[in-house]
C-alpha cells in the first residue's frame, strides 16, 4: 500500500518536493486547480465535487474522530474532504477509482503527511488487507461520497465485509437516504431498509443542495450516519433464511405475504401459511408492514419449512 508521507501508492511518490498544498476553500479554487492538470468530469462515474465548505465540515464533524483514529474515505476526488479529515484523524487510506485525478490529488494534499491514496475499485478490494493500514489506530471511520449508482453494493461490500469501523458517515441521493431511515408502514420502506437496519443503527446527519457541488448533480443529496451493532439487534438461526424471507417479501409488494413467500421463497401456500401462523403474523399483510423484529421472527419460523421446498 506504500508508506505514510504525503501521497504515497507506488505511484504518487516525491509529493513533498517544492509542491505548496492548496486549501480549496473556494469554488474557483478547485475549478483553477482542475482546469491547470486538465481534469474533465466523467458523468458516467458520477462525479460531482462537494464546495460547500459548511457542509464538508459537518461531514467531518458527524465521522467523531479523536486523534487516533484512522479513515478509510472513499471516492477523495479532488481531497477537498480528505485534507479536513487529515487535520482530524492519524491517518487517511483514500480509494479513489479515477486515476486521472492523481495530479489533482497531488496539488491539493501536497504537505500533508498522513494521506495515503490508492486507485482501484473499492468493490474489487481486499478492504480485510487495507484496514492493516490502521493496525496502530484505536478506530476507523468511513467518509464516503458515494457516485449514486453504486450506493447499495458499496454499503453492502463494507457491512459484509467484517472489517471494523465505529462509524460511517455516506453522501448518498435523498431518496436512497429516506429508504436507509424509513420505518415500517411506507412506501420507501423495503428490503435494503430491513438489511442495512440489522447491521447498523442509521440516521440522517444534513440535507445538501445541489448547489453545494460542481457541477450540480440532478438529485438532491442527503448526509447519513450508520454506527454497526456489535450484534444484530435481533436473532435468528440463519442471516440466508432471513434475508431470503425479506427479498421475496418485497419483491411483489401488491401481493399478500403468502402469496410474495410462496412465490418468492419457491413453496406451497400451506407451507408458507405455516409459517406465518407460527410466527403469529397475519397472511393478508403486506412486506412493508413488518419490523425488522416479525421478520426475524418469521425467519426463525420459517427454517423448520426448508425441508418442504423441493
Not at 492538470?37 to 479523536?66: C, R
Not at 503527511?113 to 473499492?122: E, L
Request: glycine fraction near 8%.
Amino acid at each position: 500500500m506504500g508508506g505514510t508521507d504525503g501521497v504515497t501508492d507506488g505511484v504518487m511518490d516525491g509529493v513533498m518536493d517544492g509542491v505548496m498544498g492548496v486549501d480549496l476553500q473556494q469554488p474557483r479554487q478547485l475549478q483553477q486547480v482542475l482546469h491547470r492538470h486538465d481534469f474533465h468530469f466523467k458523468k458516467k462515474l458520477g462525479q460531482n465535487f462537494l464546495i460547500n465548505s459548511g457542509v464538508l465540515d459537518a461531514i467531518v464533524a458527524a465521522a467523531g474522530l479523536i486523534a487516533t483514529d484512522g479513515v478509510f474515505e472513499i471516492g477523495p476526488g479532488a481531497g477537498t474532504v480528505t485534507r479536513r479529515l487529515a487535520q482530524r484523524a492519524k491517518k487517511v487510506l483514500a480509494v479513489e477509482k479515477d486515476g486521472s485525478l492523481q495530479p489533482v490529488l497531488q496539488e491539493v494534499l501536497a504537505g500533508v503527511s498522513n494521506v495515503q491514496v490508492h486507485f482501484g475499485d473499492v468493490l474489487e478490494e481486499d478492504l480485510a488487507g487495507m484496514w492493516r493500514t490502521f493496525s496502530d489506530c484505536t478506530g476507523v471511520a468511513i467518509v464516503a461520497n458515494l457516485p449514486y449508482y453504486v450506493t447499495t453494493p458499496i454499503l453492502f461490500h463494507l457491512l459484509d465485509s467484517g472489517v471494523p469501523f465505529h462509524t460511517a458517515v455516506v453522501m448518498v441521493q435523498k431518496e436512497v437516504a429516506d429508504r436507509l431511515t424509513a420505518p415500517p408502514g411506507g412506501k420507501e420502506y423495503g428490503a435494503l431498509t430491513v438489511a442495512v437496519q440489522y447491521r447498523a443503527r442509521v440516521e440522517k446527519v444534513l440535507q445538501v443542495s445541489r448547489g453545494s457541488f460542481t457541477p450540480a448533480p440532478n438529485v438532491e443529496s442527503t448526509v447519513v450516519r450508520l454506527r454497526p451493532y456489535p450484534t444484530p439487534p435481533v436473532s435468528v438461526k440463519d442471516e440466508q433464511v432471513l434475508f431470503a424471507v425479506v427479498r421475496a417479501a418485497f419483491a411483489t409488494r401488491r401481493k399478500t405475504l403468502l402469496n410474495s413467500l410462496a412465490v418468492g421463497m419457491g413453496v406451497k401456500k400451506e407451507d408458507a401459511a405455516k409459517a406465518l401462523a407460527t410466527a403469529c403474523i397475519q397472511s393478508q399483510r403486506r412486506g412493508e408492514t413488518l419490523s425488522l423484529e416479525e421478520f426475524a421472527v418469521l425467519a426463525n419460523a420459517w427454517e423448520p419449512q426448508r425441508a418442504t421446498r423441493d
